[in-house]
């Protein structure tokens, strides 16, 4: 009887440990557990790629060369002037022609390769909302009901379609999947890794929406190489693309949020193979590939970063402040170091601190050079 008592307890122990080890799988060395959920998620992507894909619309070089063009949106080129003047001594009229104005050559649109059937970029413009399940403050996009933000991004996506009736536009949800942290955590990285169950709703949010999904990382004392493969399997679904955040990259020894961080060529360059490789490997349209900048040494060898035919690459304004503030931080870190399309964020509520400022609206985007492709709302 003694010995039928303790096996029972020992298995009521047993299923306590197994509901707990469920919820919370860093305890007691989840992360076999962990490993064992993204085995379980590969499985499906593999059984969905296994599946007939239909074929991707075949890329129109003429148009994808004619949109570059518009996207520049360069100056027109300066005429000849032709006067007609009046010689004093004599009173004579004459004709006289003042050459036109040499100006510098263009800096856009970029050549780069061709992308492969099926690139979104340039004939369909994104509109973004950026942020974390988990926080009201990191972004639109965990600051209120799914409904509403739904809604609200909805009223974005209208307004970019009447202002450039031209551009179809995308919307997209933005999600900061690896999150800076003021605090070293079990591994001293200074990071938090989002569980796969919150990437899962918002997957479910943007299919309501037919959108984008973008995982952003925030890589603090850890690397790219080290994250991305984390969440792989997301990157194998033709619907996901990826954002990384060069002020949450820290080389040195300062935490993140104490400087800014920085990202090399170097770095960009294997976000970009390591997106490359996944969609040969699983026949996907291009990946867009959103990098944020607002400084110069956020983004260093910017003339290294080498787009390729599987992955386009977005230069994303990602600076706060007024209007004269923001059109400085594009024109001198984006359209000075081209490389391949441009992004523009807006703040809702940093934007608009000053008194008398107000956000951008699409029409005044619009009037920039180059035109920004990718809009992101925080």
């Not at 006289?96 to 690139?119: C, E, F, Q, R, S």
């Given at each position: 009887?003694?010995?039928?008592?303790?096996?029972?307890?020992?298995?009521?122990?047993?299923?306590?440990?197994?509901?707990?080890?469920?919820?919370?799988?860093?305890?007691?060395?989840?992360?076999?557990?962990?490993?064992?959920?993204?085995?379980?998620?590969?499985?499906?992507?593999?059984?969905?790629?296994?599946?007939?894909?239909?074929?991707?619309?075949?890329?129109?070089?003429?148009?994808?060369?004619?949109?570059?063009?518009?996207?520049?949106?360069?100056?027109?080129?300066?005429?000849?002037?032709?006067?007609?003047?009046?010689?004093?001594?004599?009173?004579?009229?004459?004709?006289?022609?003042?050459?036109?104005?040499?100006?510098?050559?263009?800096?856009?649109?970029?050549?780069?390769?061709?992308?492969?059937?099926?690139?979104?970029?340039?004939?369909?413009?994104?509109?973004?909302?950026?942020?974390?399940?988990?926080?009201?403050?990191?972004?639109?996009?965990?600051?209120?009901?799914?409904?509403?933000?739904?809604?609200?991004?909805?009223?974005?996506?209208?307004?970019?379609?009447?202002?450039?009736?031209?551009?179809?536009?995308?919307?997209?949800?933005?999600?900061?999947?690896?999150?800076?942290?003021?605090?070293?955590?079990?591994?001293?990285?200074?990071?938090?890794?989002?569980?796969?169950?919150?990437?899962?709703?918002?997957?479910?949010?943007?299919?309501?929406?037919?959108?984008?999904?973008?995982?952003?990382?925030?890589?603090?004392?850890?690397?790219?190489?080290?994250?991305?493969?984390?969440?792989?399997?997301?990157?194998?679904?033709?619907?996901?693309?990826?954002?990384?955040?060069?002020?949450?990259?820290?080389?040195?020894?300062?935490?993140?949020?104490?400087?800014?961080?920085?990202?090399?060529?170097?770095?960009?360059?294997?976000?970009?193979?390591?997106?490359?490789?996944?969609?040969?490997?699983?026949?996907?349209?291009?990946?867009?590939?959103?990098?944020?900048?607002?400084?110069?040494?956020?983004?260093?060898?910017?003339?290294?970063?080498?787009?390729?035919?599987?992955?386009?690459?977005?230069?994303?304004?990602?600076?706060?402040?007024?209007?004269?503030?923001?059109?400085?931080?594009?024109?001198?870190?984006?359209?000075?170091?081209?490389?391949?399309?441009?992004?523009?964020?807006?703040?809702?509520?940093?934007?608009?601190?000053?008194?008398?400022?107000?956000?951008?609206?699409?029409?005044?985007?619009?009037?920039?050079?180059?035109?920004?492709?990718y809009i992101q709302y925080q």
């Amino acid at each position: 009887m003694l010995k039928s008592k303790k096996f029972w307890i020992f298995v009521f122990i047993l299923i306590v440990l197994g509901i707990v080890f469920f919820l919370n799988p860093s305890f007691l060395g989840g992360q076999i557990f962990y490993e064992s959920i993204s085995k379980q998620k590969k499985d499906i992507i593999k059984n969905l790629l296994s599946s007939e894909i239909p074929p991707f619309p075949p890329l129109d070089k003429d148009a994808y060369d004619k949109k570059l063009i518009e996207l520049a949106n360069n100056p027109p080129a300066p005429m000849p002037i032709t006067k007609v003047v009046k010689d004093p001594k004599t009173g004579q009229t004459s004709t006289v022609t003042i050459p036109a104005k040499v100006l510098p050559p263009n800096i856009w649109p970029i050549t780069t390769v061709y992308p492969k059937d099926g690139a979104i970029l340039p004939f369909k413009r994104i509109v973004a909302y950026y942020g974390n399940l988990y926080s009201n403050k990191m972004g639109v996009l965990g600051q209120y009901p799914e409904e509403e933000m739904l809604t609200r991004l909805d009223a974005e996506v209208k307004k970019w379609e009447i202002a450039d009736p031209n551009t179809k536009v995308i919307p997209a949800l933005h999600y900061i999947t690896v999150v800076a942290q003021g605090s070293a955590g079990t591994d001293g990285k200074y990071r938090t890794r989002m569980p796969f169950a919150e990437i899962d709703k918002v997957l479910k949010m943007a299919e309501k929406i037919n959108g984008l999904v973008f995982l952003d990382f925030q890589v603090a004392f850890s690397t790219l190489d080290k994250e991305l493969p984390v969440y792989e399997e997301y990157f194998k679904m033709p619907n996901v693309h990826l954002g990384i955040d060069p002020e949450f990259s820290m080389k040195g020894n300062i935490r993140p949020g104490k400087v800014v961080g920085t990202y090399d060529a170097v770095d960009v360059n294997f976000a970009i193979n390591y997106l490359t490789q996944i969609v040969k490997e699983n026949n996907l349209p291009p990946k867009i590939l959103v990098v944020h900048r607002y400084t110069q040494k956020m983004v260093t060898h910017y003339n290294l970063i080498k787009p390729t035919s599987e992955v386009q690459v977005v230069m994303h304004m990602d600076g706060w402040g007024g209007k004269t503030k923001k059109i400085g931080t594009y024109q001198h870190f984006i359209f000075k170091e081209p490389v391949q399309f441009t992004g523009f964020k807006l703040f809702y509520k940093n934007d608009v601190l000053e008194s008398g400022t107000t956000l951008f609206e699409p029409t005044e985007l619009l009037k920039l050079n180059p035109r920004p492709i990718y809009i992101q709302y925080q």
